[in-house]
């Protein structure tokens, strides 16, 4: 073997020394001696409320591929005077959720990309959601369902992965989000979210096959934001169960 071989053969082992290394340090930090997190949450939704008639929707076949679960609950809640409340949530165990990136599934996204263009009305980014044994922060969006609508929709939403909170901390810019093209804002919101996701796990040390849910439910929106907000607060304490795992107890 000449010295050039040799050299070629050297390099190849450091190269494939290397590639070991980085995938095994990065299965690794998620699975060896893994993060133990205090406070782990669970959703869980009423499909009856007093007061409130309830329709559910069903979701198309070919949605429930793309969302790879049947453990779906969608619907639309409506009480005596009128208030209306949509209503999504999807709970995916840890062997179904390697098949679904959740956080791509969010308004951002799925309404971005039916046509909703998002826009600023004051609305905060985020409201954090008493749900009795623990406080939970949602974000907060609000969209014109269509261009040629003026129908506005103020929605929140949650997801958990591994039962802990993903907080979308890059918040989106909605007035020039407006300005853009449907794919264009969707291709933005999922950069975004692939980021914070992926700085997310790495920071903290939350693996994505984990557990999972997505919960969301909005309201129309006429005029000031404040009350639109105030009665979806009021709806989530009804609808939404939290039940919190600490040190192996449950909580609810």
């Not at 190849?12 to 299965?27: E, K, P």
């Not at 005077?81 to 599934?105: I, N, P, Y």
């Not at 008493?130 to 997801?159: H, I, N, Y």
């Not at 802990?164 to 300005?179: H, T, W, Y």
Request: net charge positive; hydrophobic share 40%.
């Amino acid at each position: 073997m000449t010295k050039i071989d040799q050299r070629r053969l050297f390099q190849a082992a450091i190269l494939t020394a290397l590639f070991v290394a980085t995938v095994f340090g990065a299965w690794a930090w998620y699975h060896v001696a893994p993060k133990r997190f205090a406070v782990s949450y669970t959703f869980k939704a009423a499909d009856r409320i007093q007061g409130y008639e309830f329709k559910p929707q069903p979701i198309g076949e070919e949605a429930v591929q793309t969302l790879a679960t049947t453990n779906l609950f969608n619907g639309e809640f409506r009480d005596r005077t009128g208030d209306r409340f949509t209503v999504f949530m999807g709970t995916w165990d840890a062997e179904r959720s390697k098949e679904l990136a959740v956080v791509a599934h969010t308004p951002d996204i799925c309404w971005v990309g039916a046509g909703a263009v998002p826009v600023s009305v004051g609305q905060p980014d985020q409201v954090v959601l008493d749900l009795g044994p623990a406080k939970v922060p949602f974000a907060v969006r609000v969209f014109q369902m269509s261009p040629t609508s003026r129908q506005l929709e103020l929605t929140v939403w949650c997801t958990l992965i591994s039962g802990q909170v993903f907080a979308e901390e890059d918040r989106f810019e909605p007035n020039e989000a407006s300005k853009r093209s449907v794919a264009s804002r969707q291709a933005a919101a999922s950069r975004r979210l692939g980021k914070m996701h992926l700085i997310r796990a790495i920071r903290e040390r939350v693996p994505g096959d984990g557990s999972k849910q997505f919960v969301r439910f909005s309201t129309s929106l006429d005029g000031d934001w404040k009350p639109a907000l105030e009665r979806v607060e009021r709806f989530a304490q009804r609808w939404l169960q939290l039940e919190v795992t600490r040190d192996g107890a449950d909580v609810r």
